[in-house]
């Protein structure tokens, strides 16, 4: 957020702590702070990232993929390409989330996004009644049940499940164990609690969604989902109006109680 102002990009930074404050308890009001930071910096990758969670968080997919695509056209990265994935299935699309999966490459991307992909993509695989080809996506070298990262637990449930629903309950019941065990030992759910003031009451008085299309802020259901477009078409959704660093449209409500 260098490009912005300091009063701004402090704004900005309020906004997207309380986004991921609230995400887990109540993801609407965190989406709502994610829309007051995108009508500050609309330009800046992690804000329009932060978009794209909450709306995913929400079940608004199609907003999501929208904001995600943006993201990663601001930003070069795809080190949100399982929750592309992820958001395609949210569609009802597997075999989009599929191509969207092949279409980058694996070998380059960080070991926990390469694990997020490989569960989402095996997802894909179930959705699709692809079963075995499931666990197949699974089968991945960081899959060890005697060592244990951040990603491990979610890695070992999600092969807990395949086999479970493959009848193979006995090896279902080991790795379940083991995602236990993992997580257990990392610590997960420890964490003391950071708690930040929730300054912005009238956020309330926000509407739920919003896109941008052209240089104005409109409601989200006066837009068409770009993701209903014809196959192949990969939107990365429109700026806000504001594009000078500093010089964002002051959100509505959210910030006159500063």
């Not at 906004?15 to 702070?33: K, N, S, T």
């Not at 164990?177 to 929730?198: F, M, N, Q, W, Y």
């Amino acid at each position: 957020m260098k490009t912005l102002s300091k009063e701004n990009a402090e704004q900005v930074a309020r906004h997207l702590a309380m986004a991921a404050q609230l995400i887990d308890e109540d993801p609407e009001r965190a989406h709502l702070h994610a829309l007051a930071a995108s009508r500050r910096a609309g330009r800046v990758a992690v804000v329009r990232e932060s978009v794209a969670i909450t709306a995913y968080a929400m079940g608004d997919f199609a907003l999501a993929l929208r904001e995600l695509r943006t993201y990663r056209r601001i930003s070069g990265s795809d080190d949100q390409i399982a929750l592309i994935v992820d958001s395609e299935r949210g569609m009802g699309r597997p075999d989009r989330a599929l191509e969207e999966a092949r279409s980058v490459d694996r070998a380059a991307l960080p070991t926990a996004t390469r694990v997020a992909l490989a569960i989402a993509m095996s997802g894909a695989r179930l959705d699709r009644g692809e079963t075995e080809l499931a666990l197949g996506e699974l089968e991945i070298p960081e899959l060890n049940p005697d060592l244990a990262f951040d990603w491990s637990p979610a890695l070992f449930a999600a092969r807990a499940a395949v086999l479970e629903d493959l009848g193979r309950l006995e090896e279902a019941s080991f790795w379940q164990e083991r995602a236990e065990v993992a997580s257990a030992a990392l610590g997960h759910g420890d964490d003391e609690e950071l708690i930040i003031e929730d300054a912005y009451e009238d956020l309330a008085d926000e509407p739920e969604s919003i896109e941008f299309d052209g240089d104005e802020p409109v409601p989200a259901e006066d837009v068409e989902s770009e993701s209903a477009d014809s196959d192949g078409a990969d939107s990365d959704g429109a700026e806000p109006a504001s594009t000078e660093p500093g010089e964002a449209e002051q959100p509505e409500d959210a910030e006159r109680s500063e």
